[in-house]
């Protein structure tokens, strides 16, 4: 039910910035979140920042990383700033649909897209 398309990983050195975009090609269902979620290895996956009825960042981005979401575009990008050594990792873009019929809620994920953060 959901395509989605994951662009701006890379490698930075630290205190730079990198901006991370996801777009969601969505028929049928309502996008009821967007958001990130990284992996590093050895590490689970963890929230960076989402989007619903309200916006959650991790204690550990806060002041650092701004999300931002486009409900009629179904798109949502993440500015990375002040990037440090320990926000190295595998960037997850997900998308949760709810159903039109239903109140199921149906959790999508991005191929992922690397982020580097070395000087």
């Known amino acids: 039910q959901v395509h989605i398309v994951e662009s701006g990983g890379g490698l930075v050195q630290p205190g730079g910035s990198l901006r991370l975009s996801c777009s969601a090609d969505?028929?049928?269902?309502?996008?009821?979140?967007m958001g990130w979620y990284r992996q590093a290895p050895g590490k689970q996956r963890e929230l960076v920042a989402d989007?619903?009825?309200?916006?959650r960042y991790a204690d550990s981005v806060k002041g650092r990383f701004t999300i931002s979401r486009d409900n009629a575009k179904n798109t949502v990008d993440l500015q990375m700033n002040s990037l440090r050594p320990e926000d190295t990792a595998v960037y997850y873009c997900?998308?949760?649909?709810?159903?039109?019929?239903?109140?199921?809620?149906?959790?999508?994920w991005g191929q992922g897209t690397q982020v580097t953060v070395s000087s």
């Open positions: 997900n998308v949760v649909l709810s159903s039109p019929y239903t109140e199921d809620e149906y959790t999508y």
């Open positions: 989007v619903s009825h309200t916006t």
């Open positions: 969505v028929t049928i269902f309502r996008v009821s979140a």
